[in-house]
């Protein structure tokens, strides 16, 4: 079943909706961190595709790029990748006919927390009213039965296909950007030393060799004074 759903821009990670399962497991925040840092990494410019599988623990993420936005689901390992992506189709193209003239204006984390809602209350009638369904709430029912008519359509549709999309560990795709992160700081490092060690050397040769350019100087003035005079 797909546990986590997380909308950012990937520009600057910015988080700008999300889904999340009402009763959820304490643990479940530790793997909402982990998609952040997924948009940190995507905002760096470590994506190495539009659309990518990340293994982690008992689940998997999927995302998908598009637009300047990342589109993020985790879904237990046994549930469709094709299902999962098909998904995230769906949540994107109500997104963008929603908000699309809005994302790059919005300046504060989740400004689109109320994505898509309806008017549907929960609980319905007699007296109090219940919760609205965000869209992300209202589509995420659509596919929580694997087994069901629309859902084994869709797996059944030959002209999407996702075979080809990458999958990767999650400690291999945050530590790929950890270590570039390291090696961009120790470049730059280097660079500092390298300058201060010119500089030195520079320091260096100049205290040597000063006082025999100085006793040079000094022979030929008084060479050059000797032949003026004589």
Known sequence: MVKLTMIARVTDGLPLAEGLDAGRDPQDEFYKQQAKSIFKNLSKGHNESSRMSIETGPYIFHYIIEGRVCYLTMCDRSYPKKLAFQYLEELKNEFERVNGDQIETAARPYAFIKFGITSVERGGGGGG????????????????????????????????????????????????GEKLDHVQSFDSESRIYADKARDLNRQALIRKWAPVGIVIAVVLLLFWVKNKIW
């Not at 087994?147 to 291999?172: C, F, G, P």
């Open 129 to 176: 009213g219940g919760l609205l369904d965000t869209y992300i709430q209202k589509i995420k029912k659509l596919y929580l039965d694997t087994r069901s008519q629309r859902n084994i359509a869709k797996l059944n549709d030959e002209l999407y296909e996702v075979q080809q999309i990458m999958t990767r560990n999650v400690q291999e795709v945050l530590g790929v």
